[in-house]
């Protein structure tokens, strides 16, 4: 199958710290290729994929000073992907509303998959195109009425995530994520400080939420109990959760997905997370971690949560948020789409018109 | 003809006070349907139009608090104007780049008028799609390599704008515009204070132009020398213009086109511009006003400015900037490009294809 994998451009894939949607489309990638699809990534210049790579831009523009309007660069993208859309069978686009309105007007069909969460602004071009084809990553997430394929769990490859049995002493608490305030890392600290216990914390800080880190954070960083890695990579980030006794993801959005509490269980390190979006999917309660309804709760959830079975955590996310099943789920999709499509044609290629 | 003519969504069309793109369209698309053409405006929903008026918001966004991502409405808009693309036979872009990455994915052509400047960002999106049609609004806005079919100058209905044979007593220099650093009202408050003039200024200030009006402007008007009438309505602007000795026109960035200028001239009313963008082409210099290289220069040509002929800065907008001459201008453009796809293709309607 020719597929086009469309990618933000905001950071590299596969990221070389943090970052999501560009870890799944990185993984989602290069398993398509090896499972013998032609894949074309479209994505920051400085990714690194199995797949032919194009790029409008040559690194990630996260942090390039020079960039004052992000969509001039995601339109410059979405012209490169349509101007080509004849040359695939299917467009696989990640960066969510940007593609909607102009993926109905080739012949070959776009599947978004839906890694955000929707506003009441971004819900009305939604609403408008409820028709095209979604991939949820939750069901959790399907909050608005739309033509949702199936749901697809973002998945990760064990084999980068070393089992640490036992958690290091003396035993901390892990946090990984943006440092942004939906993300809860102040609910952390607050947790780990009233409890007497240390804290490592990780992720990175967007331009736009340094000053909640500078008012917020920062001054509670003492580096004994409260400590703070900067970014880490990938490495670091397997030793940072598989060392820890504890992960906790102190949410307060629906975040649609949450690929920490999978990489955490992956190591072995069960997840105390507060209910909200994806958590009570994506943790086993009573099993893997616990889903919690205050941070009261998280904090107290912590002595039995130590006692869960760590090599359990693993099994549970090889048999449920593995890559196999994230790309049997979108390839399954795939075949869905242009099928129905097929039925309703006759035929999946435009003849290509010269203006 | 079938014409769409897509508007910014920012301010109705035509504006209840200022706005200078909503208000071209506004005469450009009833001008059309006085010639005979069947018109449909995308436009907001307040919109006034002799044309057929298509929606997705009830209201011009400007001062709408609820909106937080203005371009889920654009893309909104280009959604509702692209998914009925062949039932136009000419689509007439007005909201800049936006359109650029949809518009060649339909049969009909699209042209889009360049309403603004180009930055670093979207120069490069312009220059990928360079072999769009453009119409300049002015020959210096030409900075960039692009398909330009003509240069089409804004036009005014002459009807809307009495002119003022004599200036009021006692006599003062007016400013209209947004009072946004740029557009220089902190340069027209200078030149008056320096020179013993009285200064009337109205125009609208954007929420985030906000914080220069209340440090640069406000403390500045005393409502005896320098006056702030607010936002104005028509009446009311051919009112301030026609009155006023002597119109300032202090940009210091390259405004593609400056609608006061030509409002000013029919009125009667000399303008006295900087040498920026459009200026040297829309003030006849030593005729119809002054195109000046400094402040103090404008400050300086003022008792020349005030002999100039009042009636020939009215004829010479009726001779070059009138609303007949820009529709001219456009049918012009919309009959060319039709004629060269047709010389292309062959046809001009894509079969419609169902999804």
Known sequence: MKIAQVAPLWERVPPPTYGGIELVVSRLTD?????????????????????????????????????????????????????????????HSHIGMAAL????????????TLHGSFSSDNSKL??????QPYISISNAQRQLNLNYLRTVYNGIDLENYTLLATPQEPPYLAFLGRLSPEKGPQHAIAIA????WRLKMAG??????????EREIAPQIDSKQIEYLGEVNHLEKVELLGNAALTLFPINWPEPFGLVMIESMATGTPVIGMNNGSVPEVISHG???FVCQSYEEM??????????????????VKNKFSVTQMVDGYEAAYQQLLQSRIALNGHLYSPKVSF
Chains 1, 2 share one sequence.
């Open 31 to 91: 398993e398509l290729v090896r499972r013998g699809h032609e894949v074309t990534l479209f994505a920051s210049g400085d990714s690194q994929t199995l797949a032919r790579l194009e790029a409008v831009y040559p690194r990630a523009m996260r942090l390039d000073q020079e960039i004052q309007d992000y969509s001039v660069y995601e339109m410059l993208e979405l012209s490169q992907v349509y101007e080509q859309a004849a040359e695939f069978d299917i467009i």
């Open 101 to 112: 309105a102009i993926a109905p007007l080739v012949k070959t069909p776009t599947i978004h």
């Open 126 to 131: 939604y609403h408008l195109h409820q028709k």
């Open 193 to 196: 400080k009233q409890n007497g």
């Open 204 to 213: 990175k800080i967007n331009i736009s939420e340094r000053q909640f880190f």
């Open 287 to 289: 099993k893997t971690g």
């Open 299 to 316: 904090a107290a959830m912590i002595p039995e949560a130590l006692e869960l079975n760590r090599s359990y955590c693993r099994e549970y």
